[in-house]
């Protein structure tokens, strides 16, 4: 399959989860792995159209639990991988997602949101996985995780999830509502030659007669293939820069995993930042990520249309968090709200970043659904006074 035959170019209206599967098929993806889950099954069911006509491989396996396996397995081989789901489906995979970290493995997990805790509600768009993906497995580690506000970034941000996988060794969340992977907008695919792919760095066979590292480089080791001339010793367990396990000691736990975290700590700043507007000389910003975000935007243009200095951002990268990036984008603001479709599980790191004086959270008046424009303007009348 070819970059150029994969990538259908023009301008489209389709479903937010279908743009996420032509962003796969646009930035290389060969396999997939999944199992049936609203309102995430739309990517597979689409994939599992075009994939095979492109030379790739779409499988639905028994659970959630064995398609991230296969996918890991994939990315060994040397294949582009990814997998799509729900919060449920998360908590399945979530041992084996600290697997793929531990052993840098790159590949792409797409989350479209939908109400829980437990099997919740399917239909209702929420955002209550972001701190499940951040820390869902157990142990210390970072993720990166992008969400996407359109169906547009469903297909943007998918391309560069992959790059960033492959770039960084490591798994990739794209963090979508459930309204914006069912929602139907104009998307534009550009060519695929004009597409930014990263393609995976491999490693030469030894350097002066020597080994070469293949793991727990801060600058991102290169990462051998299966299949291809490589024997490299892959594993979970607490293990050096060649994989081999050490098991015993504090230090050797210590390197592991400040390396893990310092990989993505040292290229944080190469991830995508913060979306702001107005927010030059506002005294009063909203703050929100994915649909939330977009609504942010809006109901701050229309408050600045009424006269009032009102800016708003929204993190499109919002793991690793960008404290430093939101510090300069509300400088100027004596308050920021912070809008979610949960209770505030991004209001703490907020809070942490910008100070717990500065920052309020505003849940939706129903969760799973948007703030109400009239609720959040009311809200900044009364900041403002």
Partial sequence: MTRETAVRSGRFFLQGNEACAEGALAAGCTFFAGYPITPATEIAEHLARRLPERGGVCVQLEDEISSIAAVIGASWTGARAMTATSGPGISLMAENIGYAVATETPCVIVDVQRGGP???IPAVPFQGDM?????????DYEIVAFAPCSAQEMFDLTVLAFATAERLRVPVFVLADAAVGHMRE?????????????????PEPSREGK???WFLDEDVAPMPIFGRGYQAHVTGSCHDEFGMRNVVDAPALDAFVRRLAAKIHRQAATLPRPETEGTEDAEVILLGYGLVGRAARAIGREARAGGLPVGSVRPVTVWPFAAEALAAACRTARRIIVMENNLGQMLPFVQAALGPDRVEGLAPTVLGTLHRPE?????VREVLR
């Avoid at 701190?131 to 142990?139: C, E, L, T």
């Avoid at 609720?375 to 809200?379: D, G, I, N, Q, S």
């Fill in 118 to 120: 437990s099997t919740g």
């Fill in 131 to 139: 701190v499940q993906v951040r820390r869902g497995a157990h142990g």
């Fill in 186 to 202: 104009t998307v534009v695919i550009p060519p695929g030659d004009s597409l930014a792919r990263v393609d995976r760095r491999l």
């Fill in 211 to 213: 080994p070469v590292p």
């Fill in 375 to 379: 609720t959040v303007l009311a809200r």
